[in-house]
């Protein structure tokens, strides 16, 4: 290198001495042609060739020199020439080195890259200041454009971002904060930050940035902190605020970050709260729960477990689980623990299983223990749910003795479905009497049609309750089909009756019509057939809301000699679906569960109408579509009957039919006078039983047992027994085998008067000694023809009991003028019976003229399911009378108390004691008259023959329930007045409404003067 040069490049570079020019030189050559950002670190580029171009320009003027110095020798010129050459060429290495490092940084920027001859060091040095230039512009617009990223990630960061100086005043507002706080950034910039806070938060604020500004103390700068913004409508939002500070243009500023924080604050609401709510269970739980950590030591223990271990939770909690164990649980289970922590196999986690546990007494018990992990953190943790099954066990127990007296059971199946026909068939019996009754006194046409529809419907109840207790032998395939003639027509014309007015009252269409082919008189079981004719058409009416129902009936093809007949019930109702018409006929199911809501019923019905059809030897179908209605289309197979069949009926059938046609002509007029002993123990059958005999011209003699029966038998001469069957003391059976033991009584007709209907019944009455069976509900009708078939005709001597009419009620005074209650609209809910109505309204102001102190009283006493009672009661009985302002006060304190909110200032007690104020204030005038005004005893046309040691013993043994306050009380009221005859009615029924309100104490206070009159001593303690 020439020395010229290398001494420029050492002062250029900054080097010490040649070696190094030497080395750099070397290095830049030599180098892998490494990125040209690299080769330069560090080299000022500019000031290099600045250097280079002075040192050329010192080297020129040496050239100059040279030229001038002629007088050079020679040998010095060739040195001089030499030295010259390799300066050259070091010249143009290091041109040639700073090419490539330019063609690099042209390459990396894209240009065209620079041929070998590129116009020298002057050109080079150009490029290089224009690439320096582009460089530094570059920088620029990568700030420019870095600042336009940060000011569009401001604007669209989902937390609100605000700026402001060390004034408080704002100089942004981004997007997300005129979304939280509802300013437009416009309407903001330039004020002062507090106009984003509540007005508790200024003074706060002033004082905390004034400390900073003056001490440095941070408070709220970097750190995340909880307040509340002010939005521009005035309301607030909790947010969470986090600060920071910067300097800009020398002027300290301040960045706040906002986050909405709303919806976790109400997460953190519902997480308290249900902390709150799993607290409240734990606590309230009827199961013990207790939880431990990984080494056995509880941590929590229950109320419900305090009660089932009998120790306090601090006695428990911090111990090992192992203290609640008995022996060897107790030394076993921490191993059991350890194992399990080890391995993972579980043994009881996730299974419940049968465990002892230890009381603080010792005692041991039962439990069933489930158990189940869970992590808190790093921590293991499990939880114990414990139940006492001492209790179940009992039950376990008890139901194994059940079950070995399963076998038991069964064989009295028979004697159970028995009893149950006849204790549905009891009050059936009063039902159909008492409308048999009712409609043989003076009507109105709407008040008979109404009970005849009453007793239409009740002898279809009185079917189909038969069907349902025969339910069981359809299962087992016991049921047998009548076989009776029967006019079809009878059966349509019932149907009608029992659906026509349902329809009627819907705007239905019923339409009902038989094909000429089928025949009036059949041979068949007309009660089954009515009964799926009416189930099909109950459904019908039940399930249509507008249009028609039609039922057809049409002769198919003959079979084997038989009619087969086609009935067919079309509506156009709701409808039903594939699927629910796939299950239809199963027993228990609906079409659809929602039916029950909205339409009622069992489900039952149709599985039975199945059954029935298959029993009269057809099948049953239904087409049907979601909409448009349903079909129902059935067949079965009936005999035919010749028209001569009649005449050859059996002389008995013949007169039980001119009888029935004759009752109230001849063939009772033959029959009046005679004596019946009924024997009957309860007291609405015997007032039926007896006002039907009476009325008819009968005398009557009531017995109350069998025991009573054979007593009469002994007094006096009776033309016929009409005697129940199930009685105390001694039943049916037994008296009339007993009579027929006696040659007095050998012939003396026994009519059974019975609810027992199942099969075998009638065969098992004869078998006692019975002439004939009457099936309860008594029908009037076939009560009469046994009653002429088996009382001898002729003339008896002796005066007829009278029948004076249900309808002669002497006038009655009632009051007038009230505004608390409607006496018109009172009577006429009492059938119009104004005598009845008047006892009624004496009784209710009897029984509730202190309602509302005794209302307040349960009120005030936290009594809500007496109080609750009292006005449920109250309103049907007030609004049964007319008294409609008291019964409508009785339901809205009914609705109150139903809210669980009642209390002794609710203005819905207020009302009832205001209305009870008035309506008693009304009627105080008319019921002092009337208690002043003496009652004429009733006369009653029963013989009574009372036993008083029966009467007595029934009285103490009434003693002892209502003085424990047994739910049988009145049950055992119910015996002594059909024992006792009810001979002072008012006491006994006064006893029986105060046992109705649970009131055993002043039941017992009646009871015990009404046996102190009658002077039955009650012994101490009874």
């Known amino acids: 290198m020439h020395r010229l040069l290398q001494r420029q490049l050492q002062k250029a570079l900054g080097l010490d001495d040649d070696g190094d020019v030497e080395a750099w030189l070397a290095q830049r050559t030599d180098s892998h042609q490494e990125d040209s950002q690299a080769r330069l670190s560090g080299l000022d580029v500019m000031g290099f060739l600045r250097g280079v171009n002075a040192a050329y320009e010192r080297y ?39 090419r490539q490092t330019a063609n690099q940084l042209l390459m990396a920027s894209g240009q065209p890259l620079l041929e070998e001859d590129f116009g020298g060091l002057e050109y080079l040095t150009q490029l290089m200041s224009q690439m320096v230039q582009q460089r530094e512009q570059t920088q620029k617009d990568l700030e420019e454009t870095l600042f336009q990223m940060k000011r569009v990630i401001i604007e669209k960061a989902a937390n609100a971002i605000v700026t402001m100086d060390a004034t408080g005043r704002i100089h942004s507002f981004n997007a997300a904060a005129e979304r939280l706080f509802g300013y437009a950034a416009d309407q903001i910039v330039g004020q002062s930050v507090k106009r984003l806070m509540p007005a508790h938060y200024h003074a706060a604020y002033d004082q905390s940035l004034t400390s900073y500004l003056e001490t440095g103390i941070r408070h709220i700068i970097g750190v995340a902190t909880e307040l509340e913004g002010s939005r521009s409508d005035g309301s607030t939002v909790p947010i969470e605020l986090t600060v920071s500070e910067m300097v800009v243009g020398g002027a300290r500023m301040f960045v706040g970050i906002m986050t909405d924080i709303t919806l976790r604050k109400q997460s953190e609401n519902r997480l308290r709260h249900s902390e709150a709510t799993v607290r409240a269970i734990v606590e309230t739980a009827v199961n013990g729960i207790i939880t431990i950590d990984a080494t056995g030591t509880v941590r929590l223990f229950n109320p ?4 089932l271990f009998g120790y306090q939770a601090e006695e428990v909690i911090g111990q090992n689980i192992n203290m609640l164990m008995p022996s060897p649980y107790r030394e076993a289970h921490d191993g059991y623990l350890r194992r399990y922590l080890e391995s993972g196999a579980r043994t009881i986690i996730g299974v419940g299983r049968e465990v002892e546990g230890r009381r603080r007494d010792g005692a041991t018990f039962p439990l069933n223990l489930a158990v189940s992990e869970l992590g808190i953190g790093d921590e293991r943790m499990f939880v114990g749910i414990l139940t006492d099954l001492t209790s179940r066990k009992a039950v376990e127990q008890a139901l194994i003795d059940a079950r070995e007296l399963a076998d038991q059971a069964n064989r009295l199946k028979g004697d159970f479905l028995a009893n149950m026909s006849h204790e549905i068939r009891t009050p059936m019996n009063a039902i159909m009497g008492m409308t048999h009754l009712a409609l043989q006194t003076h009507l109105t046409d709407k008040q008979r049609e109404y009970l005849s529809k009453i007793q239409y419907s009740a002898r279809n109840l009185l079917g189909i309750l038969n069907d349902i207790l025969d339910f069981s032998k359809i299962e087992a395939g016991k049921l047998t ?68 129902i039609r039922l057809s009936v049409a002769r198919l093809e003959d079979a084997h000699g038989r009619i087969r007949l086609s009935f067919t019930i079309q509506d156009t109702g709701i409808g039903m679906s594939e699927e629910q018409r796939e299950k239809l006929f199963q027993a228990f199911i609906q079409a659809d569960s929602s039916t029950t809501r909205r339409y009622g019923g069992t489900g039952l019905g149709l599985s039975i109408c199945k059954r029935l059809v298959s029993l009269m030897g057809g099948e049953i179908q239904v087409e049907s579509h979601p909409g448009s209605g349903s079909t129902f289309r059935f067949t079965a197979l009936f005999d035919g009957v010749a028209t001569e069949s009649a005449a050859q009926e059996d002389g008995r059938s013949r007169r039980h039919k001119s009888t029935t046609k004759r009752r109230d002509g001849e063939a009772i007029h033959g029959i009046l006078g005679a004596h019946v002993l009924l024997v009957e123990d309860n007291r609405i059958n015997q007032q039926v039983a007896t006002e039907l005999l009476e009325s008819n011209g009968l005398f009557v003699t009531l017995a109350s047992n069998g025991l009573e029966a054979l007593e009469w038998l002994g007094r006096k001469s009776f033309d016929l027994v009409l005697m129940d069957v199930q009685m105390p003391k001694m039943d049916g059976y037994a008296v009339a085998r007993e009579m027929r033991r006696d040659p007095r009584w050998h012939n003396l007709p026994i009519l059974a008067m019975t609810a027992h209907v199942m099969a075998g019944d ?16 008594i029908d009037p009708d076939l009560l009469f023809e046994a009653l002429v078939s088996w009382i001898a005709a002729g003339r008896r001597e002796g005066q007829q009991p009278g029948c004076p009419s249900p309808d002669a009620v002497p006038e009655e005074r009632l009051p007038k003028g009230l505004t608390a209650i409607d006496i018109p609209a009172g009577v006429r809910k009492t059938g119009g019976k104004a005598g009845f109505f008047k006892k009624l309204l004496l009784e209710f102001h009897k029984d509730y003229h202190a309602v509302a102190s005794r209302m307040r009283h349960l009120v005030t006493c936290g009594d809500s399911v007496g109080a609750l009672r009292l006005a449920h009661t109250l309103k049907g009985v007030a609004g049964s009378l007319g008294a409609l302002p008291l019964a ?3 339901m809205e304190l009914e609705t109150c108390l139903n809210t669980g909110q009642c209390h002794a200032d609710a203005a819905e007690l207020t009302l009832l004691e205001q209305r009870a104020t008035v309506l008693w204030a009304e009627l105080a005038p008319w019921v002092h008259e009337q208690l002043s005004t003496p009652v004429l005893p009733t006369r009653r046309t029963e013989t009574i023959l009372v036993n008083m040691d029966e009467v007595t013993q029934r009285v103490q043994e009434l003693v002892r329930l209502l003085r424990s306050g047994h739910s049988k009380s009145g049950a055992k009221l119910a015996e002594l007045r059909g024992m006792a005859g009810d001979p002072t009615g008012g006491p006994l029924v006064e006893m029986a409404a105060r046992i109705e309100e649970y009131e055993f104490d002043a039941a017992l206070a009646c009871l015990l003067d009404w046996a102190g009159s009658l002077q039955i001593r009650i012994p101490e303690g009874a």
Not at 66 to 80: A, F, I, K
Not at 762 to 777: F, N, Q, S, V, W
């Open 60 to 98: 020129e003027r040496d050239i100059a020199l040279c030229d001038r110095s002629l007088n050079l020798s020679s040998e010095e010129l060739h040195q001089l020439n030499e030295r010259l050459h390799r300066e050259l060429l070091s010249q143009s290495k290091v041109l040639a080195s700073l």
């Open 304 to 307: 419900a477990a305090e009660t």
């Open 481 to 548: 089909m009548e076989h009776i003639e029967f006019r079809l027509d009878e059966v349509l014309d019932n149907l009608v009756n029992m659906i026509g007015t349902k329809a009627e009252e819907k705007g239905l269409l019923l339409e009902v019509s038989r094909a000429e082919s089928v025949p009036e008189l059949l041979v068949g079981d007309p009660l089954r057939l009515g009964q799926v004719l009416i189930n099909l058409g109950n459904n019908a009416v039940k399930f249509t809301e507008t249009g028609h």
């Open 762 to 777: 009638r065969e098992k009455c004869l078998a006692a000694g019975m002439d004939d069976h009457i099936a309860k509900p």
């Open 888 to 890: 409508q006060a009785a």
